[in-house]
């Protein structure tokens, strides 16, 4: 199973909603990132968990909150959101901290802030 | 973000033609190069991975061309089909920090 499930696929919500994305990979992968895709652009690393804790943070804005309760799931909780947050959110896994190894991208989930 | 370097914006080739994407980076601590394929709608997948003790690496019909005194990397898509057309990102790694190149849309024409 190289399988990273992300839900949910689409998501609407208003700018004072609160709303979370769940991403889960059973590979047995100990490392598990985040990334964000405007249209026609490349993806952006958010946040990267290596064995559970936040190894990397790109300055994200406090709105997005990330969460990783164990090595198969990872959350991305949403608070406050602006229009410019809407965007494809993409979660990724991989095998782990030290070498790097083949990443496995989940379909995403589509993010419409209204 | 952006660390890594990719060209054409966009790339138009026959089928049965041969398609180039080139990369460049500067960070030498880089020590992973993938390069991902994405269909609209969809997230990237891996096509094929490179790491610097390696100079060419090939399956199939795609081949990675890697001069690391150079800081550049391309990948060659041979007898290029429609069905390959899509957006192509090149990327760089060090430890699991990965960068994304702007990426290259890929027209095959029948």
């Known amino acids: 199973d190289t399988e990273v499930t992300q839900t949910p696929k689409h998501l609407v919500m208003g700018m004072t909603n609160k709303k979370s994305l769940k991403c889960e990979q059973h590979m047995g992968h100990r490392a598990m990132y985040w990334y964000k895709q405007k249209a026609k652009k490349p993806p952006e690393l958010m946040f990267v968990y290596s064995y559970e804790k936040l190894s990397i943070n790109e300055s994200v804005p406090s709105r997005f909150s990330p969460e990783c309760p164990n090595s198969s799931l990872l959350n991305l909780h949403l608070h406050a959101l602006q229009p410019e947050d809407s965007a494809l959110y993409l979660c990724?896994?991989?095998?782990?901290?030290?070498?790097?190894?083949?990443?496995?991208f989940g379909q995403g989930t589509r993010l419409t802030v209204v | 973000q952006q660390q890594v370097k990719q060209s054409p914006q966009s790339l138009i080739v026959q089928k049965g033609g041969i398609s180039i994407i080139n990369c460049a980076y500067e960070n030498t601590a880089f020590d992973y190069f993938p390069w991902y394929q994405q269909f609209p709608g969809k997230g990237p997948a891996l096509l094929i991975a490179?790491?610097?003790?390696?100079s060419e690496k090939k399956e199939g019909r795609f081949t990675i061309s890697f001069n690391k005194s150079a800081k550049q990397f391309s990948l060659h898509i041979m007898d290029s089909q429609p069905g390959d057309s899509a957006t192509y990102f090149c990327?760089?790694?060090?430890?699991?920090?990965?960068?994304f190149g702007a990426g290259t849309r890929l027209t095959v024409k029948p």
């Open positions: 990724a896994s991989s095998q782990g901290p030290v070498v790097n190894t083949e990443a496995f």
């Open positions: 490179i790491r610097p003790d390696v």
């Open positions: 990327a760089a790694a060090e430890n699991n920090d990965m960068r």
